[in-house]
């Protein structure tokens, strides 16, 4: 655990940070966010999602949307595999890889 970090990896400005997003989200302060509140975070942003994608979205985290349960959910997500900086970057570079190499025409227009 990172220094400034609570037992679920984050720190107290990321616990902030998404206490603030939650409160953006959360339309009618009812302390859930369901899905006319996730339609509205998402079309605020130029995003149209589709009642499937919604209820997809919802259906990741355990119980109703409140916020203790969607930093859960973040929590549980970024502990899964893959979501190691390096991980990631040899992800990228094995996208790109054919027989060791990566052919730069691939990067041009």
Do not use: W
């Not at 603030?20 to 899905?35: A, H, P, Q, S, Y």
């Not at 040899?90 to 060791?100: H, L, N, R, T």
Request: proline letters at 2%; one cysteine or more.
């Amino acid at each position: 655990m990172g220094k400034g970090q609570n037992e679920g990896g984050f720190s107290a400005e990321q616990i902030e940070m998404y206490k603030e997003c939650f409160k953006l989200m959360d339309v009618n302060k009812d302390g859930t966010i369901d899905k006319n509140d996730l339609r509205g975070a998402f079309d605020n942003v130029g995003v149209l999602m589709t009642e499937g994608e919604l209820d997809g979205l919802l259906g990741e985290i355990s119980g109703p949307c409140n916020f203790d349960n969607m930093v859960k959910m973040f929590q549980d997500k970024m502990a899964g595999d893959g979501n190691d900086p390096d991980d990631l970057i040899i992800q990228a570079f094995k996208a790109y890889d054919i027989e060791g190499k990566i052919d730069v025409k691939m990067f041009q227009h």
